[in-house]
């Protein structure tokens, strides 16, 4: 995004500018600053903006927007530079004027994304959100990505209480909107699963438009939803009934799609688990709807990029293979994920790790899972964090609990074999990575 600061005075409902100077991109880190940049200047929990104005102009920024008067500087005052930071992408997004789709859910949103980005962008230039970049600071800074040229904006929201989404629908105005599921998650500030639900609810708010809303008809709130959405244009998925997307065929790896409008077309799926197969089905359906062709559904669909550390298969040591969940975890992606590792040829291990932010009921959740996998025939786990003894002793034989990382990693190189297939899924703070990288290093 380029401009001058007088053209931001009207998005921003201010008459403060004290210059028009030019500037070309627009950033919120003294340290990453371009030459040109217009600075935002961000108070955070942690760190406030106001403190690295100096930094900025040495690092070659342009102008400011700032909370209070700095002198002899180009600059916009604003009662609050995050609130700016939204209002100034809502205007860029219109001023270029692509289509804009919101994802928002509690799993599979960033893989949906990525899935409809991919899609579409065999139709039309697509931009998507820039990596996980989908709360109040992160979807306006994957706004800023746009250029005159795309047509398309595919947008993850995140939420951690309610009204969050209701902010960023607000900023991004989208078009099309799905929400892909409810559960536990973030409860040390949700509290409750209805608060997340209420939450997740305001994509679907009225903003004097009609949407085109993606459900899930198989899902256990798609009749809760669909009530609320009775303003709007219901398009449905589902795997077991007739919708207006939907599966009516699977044989071997190849699963037929058939569409409200009489269309069906084949897809080359080798992992057809549930959650999978709804997260393509909703892609399938966001970008048919925004206008792409079955064909260019079959080639994004072929040249997708999975998402690392969201299910993607490594090979590991000693031949054997590493599926990398180390991005983020919570009790029901915990479970597909053991799904879809019990699916696969080979002996099944869990490297487990602590699931962030689950309340009072957290050893409960973690517990469940342990429950889950030795139900499911995981035959071994290998245990960091929190909870680790409650876990193994749910578990009981073949599980081991470590102190550290590098404890765990130590113990479980030696004795890896060709046929294991390793499944390594934690909260993010856990730095999981750090495991996958130790079992992927393969000398030759």
């Avoid at 699931?355 to 071994?380: D, R, V």
């Avoid at 034989?397 to 590098?406: D, M």
Wanted: proline share 2%; glycine share 6%.
């Amino acid at each position: 995004m380029k401009g001058l600061l007088s053209q931001l005075e009207n998005a921003l409902g201010v008459l403060s500018a004290n210059s028009d100077m030019e500037f070309n991109g627009i950033s919120i880190d003294s340290r990453n600053i371009k030459k040109g940049n217009l600075f935002v200047a961000i108070r955070g929990k942690n760190f406030d903006g106001h403190d690295y104005i100096g930094d900025a102009f040495k690092n070659g920024a342009s102008a400011l927007i700032t909370e209070r008067k700095f002198k002899d500087v180009p600059q916009i005052i604003v009662k609050n530079t995050e609130t700016s930071l939204g209002q100034i992408a809502s205007h860029y997004l219109n001023l270029i004027g692509p289509l804009s789709i919101g994802i928002t859910g509690t799993n599979g949103k960033t893989s949906v994304t990525s899935l409809i980005g991919s899609m579409l962008n065999e139709y039309k230039p697509t931009i998507t959100s820039h990596g996980n970049y989908n709360n109040q600071i992160g979807l306006p800074l994957s706004i800023f990505k746009l250029k005159n040229h795309h047509k398309f904006c595919i947008l993850e929201m995140g939420a951690s209480k309610v009204g969050d989404i209701n902010y960023l629908a607000n900023i991004a105005l989208p078009k099309i909107v799905t929400l892909l599921n409810v559960s536990p998650a973030h409860l040390d500030s949700f509290k409750t699963i209805d608060n997340i639900l209420t939450c997740k609810e305001e994509i679907f708010v009225n903003q004097s438009y009609k949407k085109i809303v993606i459900l899930n008809k198989d899902d256990k709130y798609f009749s809760r939803w669909e009530k609320i959405c009775e303003q709007h244009i219901l398009k449905t998925i589902s795997q077991s009934q007739i919708a207006d997307y939907y599966i009516s065929n699977k044989r071997d790896n190849i699963v037929t799609i058939s569409t409200s409008k009489n269309e069906t077309f084949d897809l080359d799926v080798k992992d057809q688990q549930k959650y999978l197969l709804d997260n393509i089905l909703t892609s399938i359906a966001c970008s048919m709807e925004a206008g792409a062709s079955s064909q260019h559904i079959i080639d994004g669909y072929k040249n997708r990029i999975d998402v690392d550390g969201r299910f993607s298969i490594k090979k590991g040591v000693n031949g054997s293979t590493i599926i990398d969940s180390s991005y983020n975890a919570n009790p029901a992606s915990f479970e597909s994920s053991i799904d879809s590792l019990i699916s696969m040829n080979g002996r099944p291990w869990i490297i487990l790790g602590d699931m962030g932010e689950l309340g009072n009921n957290s050893e409960q959740y973690h517990c469940q899972i342990a429950k889950y996998a030795k139900e499911k025939g995981i035959e071994k786990i290998f245990i960091t964090g929190k909870y680790q003894s409650s876990i193994a002793n749910v578990f009981g034989k073949n599980a081991f609990s470590f102190e550290t990382i590098p404890e765990l990693t130590t113990f479980v190189l030696p004795i890896i074999k060709e046929d294991v297939n390793i499944l390594i899924k934690a909260s993010r703070f856990m730095r999981f990575e750090t495991i996958v990288d130790a079992l992927t290093k393969i000398k030759y």
